[in-house]
């Protein structure tokens, strides 16, 4: 059958001609918002990451989110994952775990992972309503904090790095962890020849000193991060050295069990932290680093003196500098937003949330003004991405008391008593001191052992179409200062 021909509509043809123009330039000028999720160990990232892609693309309260706040925000949905070599954020798998009956905190960070976040919102900014750009794309990149470790090693020397990992072995909090280890290292000689069983003797056995210290510390920053977490390099001799007594200006004689240590150290370096470095942090346009300050404070002087060594050494390697959304256009990206996370805020009544702020901005204030000087602006919150208590008042004789109540996890023991999961507990954190100095040196000591809680449980969309928002502390006013200027 033959169907007689028409003559094709030129005006609609060169409507929709305009209109697929118009949509690939919007493409090409959509600009890409790259947010790095850092933090040290049992600091809450897997966490914040997903609390904060449901509150966007669900909807929730968060009403000092100034986009939100302000009707301009249109939708958040989830978008193809945009880096084909890095593995994508398994935000389903958490929503499922807390979903659950009864819900459960998600896995930790094993890998870096990345997810893309397609946000439309309605611009202030006369330029952007010019170009017609009304969407950005956010782009989540979560790391382990065993990895972030690492970064310290950049501009470090293997004697160098062998003399620091062999005095933080002979602290206090790391000497019973790391005896073993150090009485089998102070009976070699660096000069004795390279020794293929005896490397790697040597690395199970600091390996082995890894994993205790971690195990036993309030606050987990020892590394290499990929003797903890070695993936696919397991058995790899890029994870065969340890460290080694040596001078400072030492070098190691050819041959040498020194030369063999200092070689597989340099290997390291070059194969697995500088790759990581160039390939993800160098691309961060804003960074949130979470830290456990409480944690910090119940493990004591020398939790505290471990965590400020710790955030030092990894700031060193940001390249804070000011940048816009419209450098991003062109490739040029440096970080110039940071903002330094106290998590778990829900663990202690909101009257001290000042005061904790306070710990960790002393905590990094040395860091903070030397990003502030190479441009990039600093800000220290106390957050909780997913709340999961409830503040109360109890009655203690005549007077009241400030409490956060919660439920504990199966097997948490509060004041000797065992719970099972499902019966709550109010507890009286005690108040932060005023003086952040004081709490730092030990001479204002605050010390409260609270219980692994329970997450509030994650609720699906109800018959009106409503998602259930789930509980935070300060999320939307961290949001709003990580990625409110680029939707204004």
């Not at 986009?67 to 249109?74: D, F, K, S, T, V």
């Not at 961290?478 to 200027?485: E, K, R, T």
Request: aromatic fraction near 8%; proline fraction near 7%.
């Amino acid at each position: 059958m033959r169907f007689p021909l028409r003559a094709p509509d030129l005006s609609t043809s060169l409507t929709d001609t305009w209109a697929k123009a118009g949509h690939r330039i919007s493409d090409l000028l959509t600009p890409s918002l790259r947010l790095g999720v850092t933090g040290l160990a049992r600091s809450g990232k897997t966490v914040f990451i997903t609390a904060l892609i449901r509150n966007l693309t669900q909807g929730g309260r968060l009403p000092f989110f100034g986009p939100y706040a302000e009707g301009r925000l249109i939708s958040a949905n989830l978008e193809p994952q945009p880096d084909d070599n890095v593995p994508r954020f398994d935000y389903e798998g958490h929503v499922r775990a807390l979903e659950a009956d009864p819900p459960v905190w998600p896995e930790s960070t094993r890998r870096v992972s990345e997810l893309r976040v397609a946000i439309s919102f309605a611009p202030e900014h006369a330029i952007r309503r010019a170009l017609g750009i009304r969407r950005l794309n956010l782009d989540i990149v979560d790391y382990p904090g065993e990895w972030l470790l690492d970064l310290a090693m950049l501009g470090e020397s293997y004697a160098s790095w062998s003399r620091d990992a062999l005095e933080r072995a002979r602290l206090g909090a790391h000497a019973a962890a790391g005896a073993e280890w150090l009485s089998f290292v102070s009976a070699l000689d660096p000069a004795t020849a390279e020794d293929e069983q005896l490397a790697l003797d040597g690395a199970r056995r600091f390996t082995a000193y890894l994993h205790a210290a971690r195990a036993q510390s309030a606050v987990a920053t020892l590394g290499p991060g990929r003797f903890l977490m070695p993936g696919d390099l397991e058995g790899s001799p890029l994870l065969t050295f340890f460290p080694l007594p040596l001078d400072q200006d030492c070098v190691p004689e050819r041959g040498s069990l020194a030369a063999m240590m200092a070689r597989r150290y340099d290997s390291y370096v070059a194969h697995v932290v500088r790759p990581f470095f160039r390939e993800h942090f160098s691309r961060l346009d804003r960074q949130i680093v979470l830290v456990d300050v409480l944690g910090a404070l119940n493990g004591g002087a020398d939790a505290i003196a471990e965590l400020e060594r710790a955030l030092a050494s990894v700031l060193r390697a940001f390249r804070p500098g000011v940048a816009s959304w419209l450098a991003s256009l062109v490739g040029a990206r440096r970080i110039d937003r940071l903002l330094f996370a106290a998590t778990k805020a829900d663990h202690i009544h909101h009257t001290s949330h000042d005061r904790l702020e306070a710990i960790l901005k002393l905590l990094t204030e040395r860091a903070a003004v030397r990003a502030g000087e190479a441009g990039a602006e600093a800000r220290v919150m106390a957050l909780a991405a997913l709340r999961a208590t409830r503040e109360a008042e109890v009655r203690d004789g005549k007077a009241m008391l400030p409490c956060i109540v919660g439920v504990p996890l199966p097997g948490e023991t509060v004041s000797g008593q065992r719970f099972d999961g499902k019966r709550e507990v109010a507890l009286f954190p005690g108040d932060l001191p005023d003086d952040p100095a004081g709490v730092l040196s030990g001479a204002a000591p605050f010390s409260a052992t609270f219980p692994r809680f329970r997450p509030p449980r994650l609720l699906p969309a109800q018959k009106s179409g409503e998602t259930p928002a789930p509980p935070h502390i300060r999320l939307d006013r961290a949001l709003d200062f990580l990625i409110g200027d680029w939707l204004a």
